[in-house]
């Protein structure tokens, strides 16, 4: 199967300084990755669709300067949460999808948890 | 707006239960409905439906679709500690086909 890997699983900084979170296929090449917020007992909230080579497609709401996505490679996305804020806070998860996959169309990493104090 | 609607939020059952989990959708475009298992983090791939009337089924588990009455199911029989997690529900649709989450059921199985 494909596997996703997600840095850091945990994330504690201040507030006012920035956290950059890297999502890596390790296995396949991901033409798209997707950011995902979740707050406790929430739904997984798509933020942005991250296609290598171009700007990513953010969706309303999600400020994109404030969520830098950059997705230079084929196989590495990173989120960028500037001058993090203690609303920032949350369980941030990244998927990927492998052309030619069947059923399984997503791949998930293991999500990162930033605590903004 | 695409909605995806789970209940019950929350469920409690004992070892050897069986829980039946719901998903009603609202989407343009349909594609498809799928189910995930998140147990700590990473969510976890169950199974993905298309068509009406045809159960999907793996071990214990199976699901089925209703796209005229627009909702699934998810059926765990027999169950067992390690099936509780919270169960996703995600439809596929829309202009670009992507993925909308419900906020999904949590389930605790107690021995």
């Known amino acids: 199967g494909a596997v996703v890997s997600q840095h850091p699983s945990w994330v504690i900084c201040k507030s006012g300084t920035s956290v950059k979170i890297e999502c890596r296929s390790l296995d396949f090449q991901a033409t798209t990755m997707f950011w995902y917020r979740q707050f406790p007992k929430q739904s997984l909230m798509l933020m942005a669709t991250s296609n290598e080579g171009s700007k990513a497609t953010y969706e309303q709401g999600v400020e994109k300067d404030k969520f830098l996505i950059n997705h230079a490679s084929l196989t590495l996305s990173t989120l960028t949460v500037t001058s993090a804020h203690p609303e920032d806070s949350s369980f941030y998860i990244c998927?990927?999808?492998?052309?030619?996959?069947?059923?399984?169309?997503?791949?998930f990493g293991s999500g990162t948890q930033l605590s903004v104090l | 707006e695409d909605k995806v609607v789970q209940s019950p939020l929350s469920l409690v059952v004992h070892e050897g239960d069986t829980v039946t989990l719901n998903c009603s959708y609202e989407v343009t475009n349909f594609r498809s409905l799928l189910w995930y298992k998140q147990e700590k983090k990473a969510p976890t791939f169950l199974f993905m439906l298309t068509s009406s009337g045809i159960e999907k089924k793996s071990g214990r588990l199976s699901s089925i679709l209703d796209k005229k009455e627009l909702f699934s199911i998810l059926n765990i029989t027999a169950t067992q500690t390690g099936d509780s997690a919270i169960y996703l529900c995600a439809v596929e649709g829309g202009a670009n086909s992507k993925l909308t989450f419900g906020k999904g059921i949590t389930l605790s199985v107690r021995p």
């Open positions: 998927s990927a999808t492998k052309e030619g996959t069947g059923p399984e169309k997503l791949f």
